[in-house]
């Protein structure tokens, strides 16, 4: 029977799951499944299972919850991650626009204050000037009737030609101011001419200084000249050892940096023809230097004149009401005079 070879298990069979082929022997692979039937009611209720299947439960993980292992406990412990519902970035995107909309209504209130308080000025305002309004429409009203008032009383003694002449007579002070005012524009435009053929002759004379001077010590200054010439050449070199071609062209092609230096001044003379080249660069010097002096005689003259000018143009218009009210005087009538 079954029951009897269960019994009738050898020793080495101990400690293993009974064979899956027999019907009547319970599958320890299935410890963890749905609860088993209930057993008869003959038997005890907290019997356990066969003894056999008990041994053979022993260092099978079926028979119950997986032990934890180093790497489970890591997993599931791991501080690097939030555990599942956490809501740390949604409360801090919360917090993010709260702040927001608390920046946005402080804007708000400041401005409807700064609003409250210009409505406020503005009030005053209107009530201020309504306190005034029906004097200050009074006053106005007083001028307009002495205006006409007196103009009525001094056509008695001014004809209305004296009267068009009282009236022009602020235009013939502004006249000579801006006819003052145009010419001065004008020698403004010559003395900027003046002073920009001042500083080219400044320039021709610091040149022809140079070049007189250099011929003083030939040999010495046609040196530094090649020597500038060759340092060029070693920039040029190097580029072209380092592959930079298109630098080393741009250094030694026609009208390039080395090409100036070759072609500088001085030049290399004979040495028969030095003696003439220093007499005529003496004079080409002396030449530039009394040019230079004529321009700026020429440009000095010309700024006197300007500032003389720009002190009368100030002058005449501090003095325009004076002016205008001595033109007017000499309109006055004779009788008044006499009287």
Not at 18 to 39: G, Q
């Amino acid at each position: 029977m079954a029951q009897d070879d269960r019994k009738g298990h050898p020793p080495g069979s101990r400690g293993r799951a009974p064979d899956p082929t027999a019907t009547d022997t319970p599958s320890t692979r299935d410890i963890n499944a749905p609860p088993s039937p209930e057993p008869p009611a003959t038997q005890p209720t907290d019997a356990g299972p066969p003894a056999g299947a008990a041994d053979g439960n022993k260092g099978s993980r079926a028979a119950g919850p997986a032990p934890k292992t180093a790497d489970s406990n890591s997993a599931a412990g791991d501080g690097d991650e939030d555990p599942p519902g956490d809501k740390t970035d949604d409360l801090k995107e919360a917090v993010e626009a709260a702040k927001k909309a608390l920046k946005e209504k402080e804007e708000a209130l400041a401005r409807y204050k700064e609003q409250r308080e210009a409505d406020k000025a503005a009030a005053k305002l209107v009530d201020d000037y309504a306190a005034e309004e029906d004097a200050l429409k009074l006053a106005d009203h007083d001028l307009e009737q002495y205006q006409l008032a007196e103009t009525s009383f001094l056509s008695r003694f001014l004809d209305s030609a004296t009267m068009t002449k009282i009236a022009e007579a602020a235009k013939t002070a502004q006249a000579e101011i801006d006819a003052l005012a145009t010419k001065i524009g004008s020698q403004e435009a010559t003395a900027a001419a003046k002073r920009k053929a001042r500083d080219d002759a400044r320039d021709k004379a610091a040149e022809a200084r140079r070049d007189a001077e250099a011929l003083q010590r030939p040999a010495a200054s046609i040196r530094e000249r090649l020597k500038a010439a060759d340092a060029i050449r070693s920039e040029a070199k190097k580029a072209s050892d380092d592959g930079k071609y298109a630098l080393a062209y741009w250094l030694i092609m026609p009208g390039g940096k080395l090409d100036q230096a070759i072609k500088g001044e001085p030049r290399i003379l004979d040495h028969k023809d030095l003696r003439e080249q220093v007499k005529t660069t003496r004079k080409a010097q002396e030449d530039a230097e009394q040019a230079l002096a004529q321009r700026e005689a020429e440009l000095k003259k010309a700024e006197d004149l300007l500032r003389d000018e720009q002190v009368r143009l100030v002058d005449l218009r501090g003095k325009f009401d004076a002016t205008v009210q001595e033109n007017v005087a000499a309109l006055n009538p004779t009788i008044v005079k006499a009287a």
